[in-house]
């Protein structure tokens, strides 16, 4: 997906994650409002144990934004979505 030459957007989440649930309205808003400009993607941490491990990921919500195949920006909890709208301007 990074090879896709757009912003990608990777949501680390688990199933049993309370704010991993609220975090996906507002990445449902970014994907709507950004449309093919942004590719969301969500990956699901108890499903991948080995790429978590690769990647540092711990706490739940994890969200990793690439633009041009390089980590600009990373955030962990819930985060709103005008910052996430900031970020992948």
């Known amino acids: 997906m990074l090879d ?3 912003t990608v957007l990777v949501a680390f989440y688990k199933p049993s994650c309370e ?3 609220k975090l ?3 990445l449902a808003a970014v994907s709507k409002r950004k449309g093919n400009k942004v590719v969301v993607i969500r990956i699901n941490a108890d499903e991948n144990v080995d790429l978590m491990k690769e990647l540092f990921v711990g706490e739940m919500p994890v969200l990793h934004l690439y633009k041009n195949k390089k980590l600009t920006w ?5 985060v709103k979505k005008r910052e996430i709208l900031k970020q992948s301007s």
């Open 19 to 21: 704010l991993c649930e």
């Open 4 to 6: 896709s030459g757009k």
């Open 24 to 26: 996906e309205t507002n």
């Open 74 to 78: 990373a955030s962990t909890g819930l």
